[in-house]
């Protein structure tokens, strides 16, 4: 809803459930902030950095699916592309419904980017979580990173380098750097096993 998209930040969501199960508790959803904005890893990840520091997830008032109807509240992630891409993108795409040929974007290099960001994210804001031992979202931020990626294997998606024209995406590259300076539960060091003793036997001296 526009109350959602204004007051909470949340751009669209994401639901994950099971075929055959009509049960809600198996009902998973993501929040996802679209962005073109270049500093997305300053401003709208502070705001998700600040939500799991309360120990909150985002909180989606006015959600109407064919799963809920109502509020929820769910980990959030940030999708993004920079404006020059953006333009570059709507420009294909008006391209491509000249020829009729949309399903071009099935494989579309910026899918690969934001596939990424996805991915990466959960992957960082659970180990965040962790470290301020929220559990809450450090569960649920990694069971949607599972459920992404069990999605696109789906669809045969790898992952592989992202194509230059995007790895420098301002977005992007913003984002892969701040999730890069948030803290992480430490592991604790692992201690070599100490070297086995050598004994040196030296055999007795014939008489």
């Not at 592991?187 to 070599?192: D, I, K, S, V, W």
């Amino acid at each position: 809803s526009r109350f959602d998209d204004v007051k909470n930040g949340v751009d669209a969501v994401v639901e994950f459930q099971p075929q055959g199960a009509e049960d809600v508790a198996a009902h998973m959803a993501v929040a996802i902030d679209v962005t073109f904005n270049a500093n997305a890893g300053g401003e709208k990840l502070s705001r998700i950095v600040a939500q799991i520091d309360s120990g909150e997830l985002a909180r989606v008032k006015y959600l109407n699916s064919p799963s809920v109807h109502g509020s929820i509240e769910a980990p959030e992630i940030i999708l993004g592309v920079d404006r020059n891409h953006v333009k570059q993108l709507a420009e294909e795409w008006a391209e491509s419904m000249d020829v009729h040929a949309s399903g071009s974007f099935d494989q579309h290099p910026a899918r690969m980017m934001i596939a990424v960001q996805a991915l990466e994210q959960c992957k960082a804001l659970s180990a965040y979580a962790a470290y301020k031992g929220n559990t809450r979202a450090e569960q649920q931020y990694a069971r949607v990173g599972e459920l992404f990626a069990a999605s696109l294997a789906r669809t045969g998606w790898k992952r592989k380098n992202i194509d230059p024209l995007y790895e420098t995406d301002e977005v992007h590259h913003g984002l892969m750097r701040a999730l890069a300076r948030l803290p992480k539960k430490e592991q604790p060091p692992t201690e070599a096993a100490p070297a086995p003793r050598r004994r040196i036997i030296v055999p007795p001296k014939k008489p």
